[in-house]
């Protein structure tokens, strides 16, 4: 079983950069997906980028696409991802995840992830 820890949430003033981690231990990402996803009190979980572990072939949201980015070092099974330009609209617990049972067309759906991290907190201030 696949346990993700994420880490390098914090808070960042408007205009901001962070980068948050996913530390992936209890098994091999080989053949499978990861995913980072956010959510806010209320609302669903949101689509924010997946990478496809074997060939690295990524897709993102297109609302956040140019302003984060999805990376991987394959050594550490670590999953990145780089936040740029925030807005205090990130703001939110932003998750990762991962699944075995991922296709091209499914990346985007939290009901295909298998394993969640705990999530980490991501606080943009005007």
């Known amino acids: 079983q696949v346990q993700l820890v994420e880490s390098g949430g914090g808070s960042v003033q408007t205009g901001g950069s962070l980068r948050i981690s996913c530390v992936a231990s209890g098994g091999t990402l080989r053949n499978g997906a990861v995913g980072w996803f956010r959510q806010t009190a209320g609302k669903d979980r949101e689509f924010i980028a997946a990478l496809k572990w074997n060939g690295g072939a990524t897709a993102y949201t297109d609302s956040l696409k140019g302003r984060f980015t999805i990376s991987r070092d394959i050594a550490k099974n670590t999953v990145y991802l780089q936040m740029n330009s925030l807005q205090p609209e990130d703001t939110a617990v932003y998750y990762c995840?991962?699944?075995?049972?991922?296709?091209?067309?499914?990346?985007?759906?939290?009901?295909?992830?298998?394993?969640w991290g705990q999530g980490t907190q991501v606080t943009v201030s005007s």
């Open positions: 995840a991962v699944g075995f049972r991922i296709i091209t067309s499914t990346m985007s759906s939290s009901s295909h992830y298998d394993y």
